[in-house]
């Protein structure tokens, strides 16, 4: 039973254009989202995060957006960049034992 | 900065060898963890430990076992190596009461 799951295996964006990455959730106990990237042979890093008492949180090119009544969040990158191109991973925990449970992961391609 | 740091990149071993996985993170941190990430599978979550001397199964324990003797260094073992173990194993720290988790650069283990 995947509680986190992040649809869409693949992304190709334009260089310049807007990426929107998507997670679904299905627990409502969660209350803390992260975003994190992952290039190839490397370890994944932090990007940004979000808490459910939040709707939106903005780090310069990254802005993440949590609907609760959907259970669903977004990473937009705006503009997308070559160096965007990477796996992006959704996770999600809840307070009450704060373990992670990963999304499988999209792969964003950004076209020059 | 959060270091965590992995002792191979890269392993090759042969089916029925064992493997030692090793990681030492540098910021004191209570919680570490052991992934592997295959692709379409996201990070599934093989052993954890909250303290020293303490373990906890992950969602994918079997055919792994850990040992954490010291605060800082948190050992993942395969006792007896098999094909389907050839992944990219990721370690990662946190500290108590936070959501975010520092990842270690990964190490691939090819099983032939």
């Known amino acids: 039973d995947q509680q986190v799951k992040q649809n869409s295996p693949s992304l190709s964006v334009q260089e310049g254009r807007i990426s929107i990455l998507n997670c679904d959730y299905t627990?409502?106990?969660?209350?803390?989202f992260l975003w994190y990237k992952k290039y190839p042979a490397e370890g994944p890093t932090f990007l940004i995060s979000?808490?459910?008492i939040k709707d939106k949180n903005e780090d310069g090119r990254f802005t993440v957006f949590l609907n609760k009544s959907a259970k669903h969040l977004s990473l937009h990158i705006v503009p997308s960049q070559p160096g965007d191109s990477a796996v992006y991973f959704c996770?999600?925990?809840?307070?009450?034992?704060?373990?992670?449970?990963w999304g499988a992961g999209t792969k964003l391609i950004i076209k020059p | 900065d959060v270091k965590v740091t992995q002792s191979s990149r890269y392993l090759v071993k042969r089916t029925g060898e064992k493997v030692f996985l090793e990681c030492v993170q540098d910021?004191?941190?209570?919680?570490m963890f052991w992934y592997r990430q295959d692709p379409g599978l996201g990070l599934r979550l093989i052993y954890f430990?909250?303290?020293?001397?303490?373990?906890e199964k992950g969602d994918i324990p079997e055919g792994y076992s850990v040992s954490r003797e010291k605060k800082e260094r948190f050992s993942l073992i395969l006792e007896s190596a098999s094909t389907n173990q050839t992944s990219m194993y990721l370690c990662?720290?946190?500290?108590?009461?936070?959501?975010?988790?520092?990842f270690g650069e990964g190490s691939r283990l090819t099983v032939l």
């Open positions: 990662a720290s946190r500290g108590r009461g936070t959501g975010e988790l520092f």
């Open positions: 910021m004191d941190h209570e919680n």
């Open positions: 430990s909250y303290d020293v001397k303490m373990k």
């Open positions: 627990n409502s106990m969660f209350d803390y």
């Open positions: 979000i808490s459910s």
């Open positions: 996770a999600a925990s809840a307070k009450s034992n704060y373990q992670l449970i």
